[in-house]
């Protein structure tokens, strides 16, 4: 059997300054926050380099020099957008239009190689345009019950996000149109509903909602094909978003650390 290609990455670490960043000096925003003893953006990173499907490492990060030193393992640096969809933009650039690109946010401190190659096995067996990580939340909160989430009740379970997404670059545009319509909407409710549709929302507050569904409504939605990826590996979705969440992840990792 021929061997997979590897699967180049890109490191989402920019952003604004936020109430993480205000606890490290110099922190340009949280990815270069310290969380038990190593910033997040090279946890990430680290995990990353340590899965050999993983090819050339792309972060698109400020360019100040800490954020520059904590990024010495990618290959190459690229300046961040002021908002996301034009970061990943200048991330994807120069990448073949059909090509799987793994997509990373830098915020991910529990990320280990298991996580990332069951990831890109699934993308990759999928043959998807944008493959979006997820967790089932028994298995979540079976390795990390303190985590707070975002969670989506779906026919076969209760889901959160993951930090992972596989892309190809081809599906870009109708990526970034669809979250520009989204935050067009994002304070009027009726207008979000209208966007996902009236009868997908009555079918998600009856948990009527499939997998599938949602697959079917994302494509529908961006003009590509998109899927899901159930993870069985939890730590793919742990994530640092608020002040409070360091504590609970240093815990997690001290935890692990005492485990190995």
């Known amino acids: 059997m021929a061997l997979s290609r590897p699967i180049p990455a890109i490191v989402l670490a920019g952003g604004p300054s936020d109430d993480l960043s205000a606890r490290a000096p110099g922190a340009p925003n949280k990815a270069f926050v310290p969380v038990a003893g190593k910033t997040l953006a090279r946890r990430t990173l680290e995990a990353l380099r340590s899965t050999p499907r993983v090819g050339g490492i792309v972060a698109v990060a400020p360019q100040v020099p800490p954020a520059l030193l904590e990024l010495t393992l990618a290959d190459e640096i690229r300046p961040d957008g002021v908002t996301m969809a034009q970061s990943l933009r200048t991330g994807l650039h120069g990448f073949p239009a059909a090509e799987l690109v793994l997509v990373a946010a830098s915020d991910l401190p529990m990320l280990t190689r298991a996580a990332i190659e069951e990831f890109l096995d699934i993308a990759e067996a999928g043959g998807a345009d944008i ?28 889901f959160c996000g993951g930090g992972l997404v596989a892309m190809r670059p081809r599906a870009f545009e109708a990526l970034e149109r669809f979250l520009g319509r989204l935050g067009a909407a994002r304070k009027n409710p009726l207008r979000l509903a209208s ?34 990826a159930v993870c069985s590996h939890p730590e793919i979705a742990v994530n640092v978003d608020r002040v409070s969440d360091i504590a609970i992840v240093e815990r997690a990792i001290a935890r692990a650390t005492s485990s190995d």
């Not at 028994?138 to 989430?149: A, L």
């Open 131 to 158: 493959t979006y990580a997820c967790v089932e939340r028994s298995v979540h909160e079976v390795r990390f019950p303190e985590m707070p989430h975002t969670w989506a009740r779906l026919r076969e379970g209760t």
């Open 195 to 228: 966007i996902f549709g009236y009868e997908a929302v009555a079918r998600y507050a009856l948990r009527q909602l499939s997998i599938v569904d949602v697959e079917r409504r994302a494509a529908t939605l961006l003009g590509v094909r998109a899927a899901a």
